[in-house]
T-cell receptor, first 112, second 114 residues
Framework: EDKVVQSPLSLVVHEGDTVTLNCSYE??????LLWYKQEKKAPTFLFML????IEKKSGRLSSILDKKELFSILNITATQTGDSAVYLC????????????FGEGTQLTVNP | DTGVSQNPRHKITKRGQNVTFRCDPI?????LYWYRQTLGQGPEFLTY????????KSRLLSDRFSAERPKGSFSTLEIQRTEQGDSAMYLC????????????FGPGTRLTVT
């Protein structure tokens, strides 16, 4: 059975801290891994990673995929209170018609 | 607003009633997905369409659930004889093309079955 596991499930930090969120996966026919941010509404797209070792970056957020060890990390530097959200990791399989299989998410709380 | 839209945003219904939700995808997107999300969990896939064809359905989609996308544009998700376990956020997403393109989500419809 396909599995996507995120850790930690929750994290509380202070503004300015750097955080690393983890996502490991066990799926057959892996194609891509996606990160989403979810506040009290719909998930918003952050990154899609298909190739190992290539960092994707957007402002203070960055992410990288390791297809050998089957995991990805999402880094957020200089955190702000607006980064407080649930961060979701999802995988797409070659044979799945692009359906996303999500992990449980990491609840990040950034305190001022 | 050119994003994915969903209506209604909230629905409260009594057990046993039928409900229907609507999703309007981003206009140039030919793929449309339905997911269900319960508190503290990531979204779970229900079904998806490429244009008007329903190509895949999850085992989660019991025979009380039906989805349509009649003209390859908007989609509806109907739940018949609702049960309390159907209470969840129902999310719609759309994507472009046939590759693993990123999916863009709508705001969701929160269903409460009393």
């Amino acid at each position: 059975e396909d599995k996507v596991v995120q850790s930690p499930l929750s994290l509380v930090v202070h503004e300015g801290d750097t955080v690393t969120l983890n996502c490991s996966y066990e799926v057959t026919n892996f194609r891509s891994l996606l990160w989403y941010k979810q506040e009290k509404k719909a998930p918003t797209f952050l990154f899609m990673l298909t190739s190992s070792g290539i960092e994707k970056k957007s402002g203070r957020l960055s992410s990288i995929l390791d297809k050998k060890e089957l995991f990805s990390i999402l880094n957020i530097t200089a955190t702000q209170t607006g980064d407080s959200a649930v961060y979701l990791c999802a995988v797409v399989k070659e044979t799945s018609g692009s359906r996303l299989t999500f992990g449980e998410g990491t609840q990040l709380t950034v305190n001022p | 607003d050119t994003g994915v839209s969903q209506n209604p945003r909230h629905k409260i219904t009594k057990r046993g009633q039928n409900v229907t939700f609507r999703c309007d995808p981003i206009s140039e997107h030919n793929r449309l997905y339905w997911y269900r999300q319960t508190l503290g969990q990531g979204p779970e896939f229900l079904t998806y369409f490429q244009n008007e064809a329903q190509l895949e359905k999850s085992r989660l989609l019991s025979d009380r659930f039906s989805a349509e996308r009649p003209k390859g544009s908007f989609s509806t998700l109907e739940i018949q004889r609702t049960e309390q376990g159907d209470s969840a956020m129902y999310l719609c997403a759309s994507s472009q093309g046939q590759g693993p393109y990123e999916q863009y989500f709508g705001p969701g419809t929160r269903l409460t079955v009393t």
